[in-house]
């Protein structure tokens, strides 16, 4: 479990670089009317992009093997707290000044991770009805339609509806990686869970580098935190099972509490500005508005 452990800081620590690389390439590349799919084809020429994405895709091999023994609410909280790894790496690579609360936050994430790791329980791959493995895939797709509506919500709410469903979308992602039971690549092919991880990991990856084009970066960051977090965390106690260790569950909520309010303390490096002086402030509008001359 130690292992699994180390394996989802890991996972975080890729997750936490690749944002920083992903948003600045977002903000880099031309905006475009609500949601389009060719967003992504766009990014796909632009390195530090390229660079995020295949960050991504280590961080989630990371997840994918600790989600074999750990609980979702464990590997889910530790996944958010990638944004305290961006906060820290944007000190440095970007020269952002840390504020003292937000050294604070960073440290409460560090704590209240320690207590969900103290506490979790081991867990296996959950073996659930094929009717979960299919609820998986019809929610990708549903996820699919809402986050197209919601792209062409105005301004602050289209940011936290994309924040959500994008969020939402890594959390089917989690629970399909955790109901799993086989690695084949032919037991692959046949499980509505595998398609469902795809649709889900792409549509949720489109509707975040929306959001982050176009919209606040603090309400589409702190709407998709909570969605990927809060969501499949209580799914993994109702449905699936997970657990913590014997009498730890009242250190495992407040380790979760503690982790989460700090990521979202630290929302605003959801998405640092490309011209290296720092996040993007929050200034109340969409973005794509033009800014009203002073006065």
Excluded at 184 to 189: A, E, K
Aim: a positive charge; hydrophobic letters at 60%; glycine letters at 10%.
């Amino acid at each position: 479990m130690v292992w699994s452990l180390l394996g989802a800081l890991a996972a975080a620590c890729c997750f936490g670089v690749a944002t920083v690389l992903e948003a600045v390439a977002a903000r880099t590349t031309a905006p475009s009317e609500g949601v389009d799919p060719r967003l992504l084809v766009r990014l796909a020429a632009n390195v530090p992009f390229v660079t995020g994405i295949a960050l991504d895709l280590v961080g989630f091999l990371l997840e994918l093997a600790a989600l074999r023994s750990l609980p979702l609410f464990v590997v889910q909280a530790i996944i958010a707290a990638a944004l305290a790894v961006t906060a820290v790496v944007a000190g440095p690579v970007l020269k952002v000044r840390l504020r003292a609360r937000e050294w604070a936050a960073v440290l409460a994430v560090c704590a209240g991770l320690a207590l969900l790791g103290s506490s979790a329980g081991r867990e296996g791959p959950a073996h659930i009805g094929a009717g979960f493995h299919w609820t998986l895939l019809g929610a990708s797709v549903a996820l699919l339609v809402v986050g197209a509506a919601a792209g062409r919500l105005p301004g602050t709410a289209r940011s936290v509806a994309l924040g959500l469903v994008a969020g939402l979308g890594f959390g089917v992602v989690a629970l399909a990686a955790r109901v799993l039971t086989s690695l084949n690549p032919l037991d692959l092919l046949t499980d509505p869970a595998s398609y469902a991880l795809a649709a889900a990991g792409a549509a949720a990856l489109l509707f975040y580098a929306t959001a982050l084009q176009r919209g606040s970066v603090t309400s589409t960051t702190a709407a998709m935190v909570v969605a990927e977090t809060v969501v499949p965390a209580a799914v993994g106690i109702v449905l699936l099972g997970d657990h913590t260790r014997r009498g730890l569950a009242p250190m495992a909520v407040v380790g979760f509490v503690v982790a989460v309010a700090a990521t979202l303390a630290l929302a605003r490096f959801g998405e640092p500005a490309p011209s290296g002086h720092g996040p993007v402030p929050e200034q109340g509008r969409d973005r794509s508005e033009p800014a009203r001359p002073a006065s």
